[in-house]
C-alpha cells in the first residue's frame, strides 16, 4: 500500500506494551487512514512521494478517547449545585424532582437541531484536548421520541465534527413521570419496544442502564440485558456508584464492555469483572463534584488484572466536564494512579472499553490514524498540569 504521509522527528507513546511504548527517535506513516509504521525511525520503510511532517521532537499519542459521557442534553443543573453546597445529597436531589428527570424535561422539549446545538460547545471542548473517539449516551428523553432524537444527534455530531462517536442506548437512566409507580412496565416498553428498534435503525452501539437505589434494580437491569443480547447490542452498566447492589458481577456475567463508576465495587465484583475481560471506568469528575468519600478500589483492580479506563462523565448533574486532561489529573490525585496508568485509560482501555481495541487506541500497523501531537518534554506533562492544552494537532483518520 502506498504510504501517503509521514510524522518524522518525533517521540511517540505507542500505548503498546505494559508501559507506555515510548520510542524515542520516532516516526509514523500512514497509508489510506491507517498507520502502516509507528517505531524507530531507522526503520521506516521507503516512501517515495510521501508527503513529510517533521514534529520538532513534539510528542505523539494516540488520539484520546472519551468513553463515558452524557454530552447531549438540554439546560444546566446550576441550582442543584448550589443545594449540594448547601448540604443536600444526590438522593434527596433526585428524589425533591431533580436530577435527572429535571434535565428530562428540557431536553424532551428540544428538537433534534436543537440538540445537536448545545451539544456543540461541549464536543469542540473535548476535540481541542485531542478528542478523536468520544461515546454519548441517551438518557434524557425517557420517551420513545425523545430517546430516538438524541441518538440520531449523536450520530449527527460524528458527521458535523469529523469524530468517531460511539452511541450508547441508556433508556433505563431514570424513571420517566408517565410510569412513576410502574418501573417494570418501563422496562418492558425499552426491552419489547426501543431496544429492538435502535438496534434495527442502527442508532446505537451499546446499551447502558443506572444500576442503583435510585434506578432500577438488578433484576430489571438483567431484564434489559437479555433484551440487548437478543437484539445482538452489547452491554455496559453505571454500577456501585452510590451503594452495592452488585451491578458489576450482574453485567460481568453478560460480558459486559464496562462497568462504570464503581465506588461501593467488592471483591466479588472486581473477580467477576477480571474473568469477564470488563473493563473498569472511573469517573473522578462525579467523585469529585459530588464529593464523593468512598473510594473506587483501584488496589484491588489493580491485582485482578481489570483494565482501567477514565472518562468525563460528560453530564449536567453531577459531572460538567469536557477536560479529558484533568481528568486525568483527577484520576492521579483523587484516585492514586500513575501517568501511565492514567494515559493508557484515555486511549488503550478506553478503546477496549467501547469494544474498539482493534481499531483505536493505540500506534500499531492496521490501527486508524487517529494522533495527537503534543507540545511537551514528557508524557507526565499531560497529567501534571490544570487548565493548560498543550495540543499541537489532532490527526483523525491521517487527516
Known sequence: ??????????????MTGEGLGVVENGALACAAGRIVHAGPADTLPPAPGAERIDCAGRWITPGLIDCHTHLIHMGNRAREFEMRLQGASYEEIARAGGGIVSTMRATRAASE????????????ALLAEGVTTIEIKSGYGLDAPSELAMLSAARRLGRERGVTVRATFLGAHALPPEYQGNPDGYIAMLCDDLIPRVAAEGLADAVDGFCEGIGFTPAQIERMFTAARAAGLPVKLH?????????????????ALSADHLEYLDQAGVAAMAEAGTVA?????????VRETQLPPVDALRRAGVPIALATDCNPGTSPLTSLLLTMNMGATLFRLTVDECLRGVTRNAARALGMANEVGTLEPGKRCDLAIWDIGHPAELVYRMGFNPLHARVRSGQ
Open 281 to 289: 471506568v472511573l469517573l473522578p469528575g462525579a467523585y469529585y463534584f
Open 239 to 255: 454500577a456501585e456508584q452510590l451503594s452495592n447492589l452488585h451491578g458489576a458481577a450482574l453485567a460481568a456475567r453478560f460480558g
Open 1 to 14: 500500500m502506498q504510504i501517503d504521509r509521514i510524522w518524522t522527528n518525533a517521540r511517540l507513546a505507542t
Open 113 to 124: 437541531d436543537e440538540l445537536v446545538a448545545a451539544a456543540l460547545p461541549r464536543l469542540d
